[in-house]
């Protein structure tokens, strides 16, 4: 993996560089929320339903790296459903940068929905390391399952989850390095409450065609949202960009 942008070189990058290109603001007060994302050359964002389609060894360490760098991993139920998501497990070099970076042995994985359509028995929430924060609304029912079951269930809205209110319930929490990983209506969601402040795109060297959705669905926005490229990597034929507001 090389760098194309900032600093072009030919040279392997190691792990420390891509940390430091891929590490949240120092001494935040605020979540500062990093959206990841993969996808083929013409805009589709799974292949047969998932992401792993699109997926190559590089793309996969950053985005490990990018968990790693994490206070908290935010994902929709939807995606959390369809990827199989489990809570994170100790691994030597997660265990060994997260103490370096003086960052909590494990990030919590906060799943938004709604309706509360995790079930209790999932591994996501009974075989957790670390209790998963599920963000949900007043109306959504198996709230109370959810919390017997092990998951730490917070109410942020009424009928609907306020994404404005479940960013700031990370944040009281002293959760600001927040990764989130999608789905598509979760991150146009979170652009709409202009909640994004960088985004992490894998460009993967296929062309899908079908019928599969593109990284952001949600309402129409009455204006676009700028941002500037913080970084371009090379993988192979992968290319991993990073914008920053």
């Known amino acids: 993996m090389q760098t194309l942008w900032p600093d072009p070189g030919t040279s392997e990058l190691n792990d420390t560089a891509l940390e430091a290109l891929y590490d949240y603001p120092a001494d935040l ?60 497990k100790p691994k030597e070099v997660r265990t060994e940068r997260r103490e370096r970076l003086g960052l909590a042995p494990l990030p919590p994985v906060a799943v938004v929905t709604g309706k509360c359509s995790i079930s209790p028995d999932s591994p996501l929430i009974t075989e957790a390391a670390v209790p998963t924060i599920v963000l949900t609304a007043e109306a959504a029912p198996r709230r109370a399952a959810l919390a017997d079951a092990g998951a730490d269930v917070v109410v942020v809205g009424d009928e609907h989850v306020d994404l404005k209110l479940a960013v700031a319930e990370l944040g009281r929490r002293g959760l600001n390095r927040v990764n989130c990983e999608g789905g598509p209506r979760l991150f146009g969601g979170m652009i709409a409450d202009d909640l994004v402040d960088q985004l992490n795109l894998t460009l993967s060297p296929l062309l899908t065609a079908g019928d599969s959705g593109r990284i952001a669905s949600g309402p129409v926005l009455a204006g676009t949202r700028r941002m500037k490229l913080a970084a371009a990597l090379r993988d192979d034929d992968f290319l991993m960009l990073a914008y920053r507001r």
Do not use: W
Request: charge should be negative; glycine fraction near 12%.
């Open 29 to 88: 007060d605020r979540p500062f929320v990093q959206v990841n994302f993969v996808s083929s050359l013409d805009g589709a964002v799974t292949v047969s339903g998932r992401s792993a389609g699109l997926s190559g060894p590089g793309d996969q360490k950053v985005f490990h790296t990018q968990r790693d760098l994490a206070d908290v991993i935010m994902v929709g139920a939807t995606t959390a459903l369809i990827e199989r998501y489990q809570g994170l």
